[in-house]
């Protein structure tokens, strides 16, 4: 499992850290988002449109963002890396200042650093879910349980963001933030596996069967794709 927290924007690159594992990796690209959803997705507040053999989902919302959430196949074999692209976007021409709310649930933490700055988060299930249903299992351990976030400590959230028009870029406003710090809201992750527990000292191969990804954001936005692993 291979990863690292991503980028910012501007001189503001330590806000979100890094953690570095021993079998994966999380790493932040310039590659354009996916805005369009498969049918391997059910969510919630939705507008949806089916493309056939592609594993991705979308999520648009009244507010003007869009909720992003793909991986590289529907189908792996064990110990092959699953990739999994997520991210948050403005779908509007213009600048849209969205207020935050602050409410990103815990299951979507997943191992992300607890940095307020970064509004939307993961989780990956055993079995499979649906946005009516996928909390009430308990997510895997896809992050080094035993890794210590190194980032700049960050103690007051941001009051809002200002997304770029049309791009995954936000401007934080408020709290510990100021007109400078701008990140972009696009994380590429690699996993291949999970830690048993919080005290496990090495990582399992996810065994075959049915997965569930769900991507979610502070705002109760919601995506989710399925992939499995066969023998």
């Known amino acids: 499992m291979k990863y ?3 980028n910012t924007i501007t001189a503001t690159l330590l806000l979100l ?3 570095v594992a021993g079998c994966g990796k999380v790493t932040s690209t310039m590659t354009p988002a996916m805005t369009t959803t498969s049918n391997t997705t059910q969510t919630s507040s939705s507008t949806t449109t089916d493309i056939s053999g592609l594993n991705s989902a979308s999520t648009e919302t009244e507010n003007g963002l869009s909720l ?3 991986t590289d196949r529907t189908t792996y074999q064990p ?3 699953v990739s999994i692209t997520f991210d948050e976007k403005n779908t509007l021409s213009t600048t849209n ?3 935050a709310t602050d409410n990103l649930p815990s299951e979507f ?3 992300f650093p607890n940095d ?3 509004p939307l988060g993961l989780a990956v299930l055993r079995g499979n879910y649906t946005g009516l249903n996928y909390s009430t299992v308990t997510p895997l351990i896809i992050f080094h349980p035993g890794e210590v976030y190194t980032g700049t400590a960050i103690i007051a959230a941001p009051t809002s963001y200002s997304f770029q028009p049309f791009i995954d870029v936000a401007t934080l ?4 933030y100021n007109s400078s710090d701008a990140i972009r809201l696009h994380i590429e992750i690699s996993v291949n596996g999970y830690w048993p527990n919080k005290e496990s000292s090495s990582s399992n191969n996810f065994e075959p069967g049915v997965y569930t990804i769900v991507a979610g954001d502070e705002w109760g936005n919601l995506a989710l794709v399925h992939f499995t692993v066969t023998n």
């Open 109 to 111: 933490m997943s191992g």
């Open 173 to 176: 406003n408020g709290g510990d």
């Open 4 to 6: 690292q927290i991503g």
């Open 79 to 81: 110990g092959q890396e």
């Open 17 to 19: 850290g890094v953690l």
């Open 116 to 118: 307020p700055s970064f």
């Open 68 to 70: 992003s959430l793909s």
């Open 97 to 99: 200042n969205v207020p």
